[in-house]
Each structure stands twice: as C-alpha cells, then as structure tokens.
C-alpha cells in the first residue's frame, strides 16, 4: 500500500488549528503539552535530513495522544456546556483522534530520512539485520578487520 504524499507542514498546520481550538476549554496542560510537540514539529521542518528532530515529533506525538486522553478524561467539561465549550471540546478531541494517523505518516517521514526500524516483527514486513553476528553453523569464516596483509595471504607467512 503505498501511502499518500502528506506534507509534514500540513500536519503541523491541523494540529496547530486543533489545538489552538482545544485550548478554548482546555488550558494549562494541555496547551503546554500540545505546543512544545508542534514546536518540535516546527523543528523537524526546519531540519530537513535530521533524524533526531524527526524522531523527537514523533515521540511526542505519541505522548501526548496518551496525555490527551488523561487530560480529557479528568477536565472534560460536564455539566453547562455552551456552544463554544461543546465546539472546543470537540476539536481537542479530533486532533486526539487524529494523532494515531499523524504518528503512522510521521514515522514514514521518519524512515525516508534514514531512520532504523523501530518495529522487527516478521508480519510488519522483512528484517533488516546490520550486525556482524554469525551463527555457529555458518560455512564462512570470520573476517579479522584488524589483520594485517600479511595475515591475510598463507604464502605471506610461509605455510
């Protein structure tokens, strides 16, 4: 499945609108939280081919879908809702639902720039193993990188 060519802007500019929408219930926390994760998103697109600012959005992506839900859960709103209070409350809690689609294209970014695999299991696709590790019953021997040509080549050292 090949997946749709998503700017990493755009993300940021939804999340940015939900959230500054959300904050019209919810403060605090919750604005804390969600700004300093854009603020990393704002990082990762100023760092074109950095790994890290790539990997720290999408880390906070992750932990703030949990914080979303703990803070709605204890500060929802429940009795004398306006309309302005039902419409805040309803944004803050599409950018929740949102966040799990932000975190799968994030994490594709996140690849593309050159990101190892977080996820080996065998249904989720092949492993790509880059150890120097054999197994016992492997026929090869061994390569030494710190032999010298002289160790290398038998007629060198007079067998």
């Not at 990493?8 to 500054?20: E, F, M, P, S």
């Not at 804390?32 to 959005?57: C, E, H, K, P």
């Not at 990101?115 to 019953?137: C, K, N, V």
Request: charged share 15%.
């Amino acid at each position: 499945m090949e997946l749709p060519a998503v700017n990493l802007k755009v993300i940021l500019l939804i999340h940015w609108l939900l959230t500054t929408w959300g904050c019209i219930v919810f403060s605090g926390s919750y604005a804390w939280a969600n700004f300093t994760v854009l603020a990393l998103g704002v990082w990762a697109v100023a760092q074109r081919d950095s790994i890290d600012a790539i990997s720290m959005f999408l880390g906070g992506l992750l932990a703030t879908v949990v914080l979303d839900i703990i803070h709605l859960g204890v500060f929802y709103p429940r009795s004398g809702l306006s309309d302005t209070s039902r419409f805040g409350a309803g944004m803050a809690i599409l950018s929740l639902l949102l966040k799990p689609l932000s975190c799968y294209l994030v994490y594709h970014m996140y690849q593309e720039r050159g990101g190892e695999r977080l996820f080996h299991s065998g249904f989720l696709g092949p492993s790509h193993d880059h150890s120097a590790y054999q197994t016992i019953d492997s026929p090869e021997a061994p390569a030494d990188p710190f032999a010298g040509p002289e160790s290398r080549d038998p007629a060198v050292r007079g067998y």
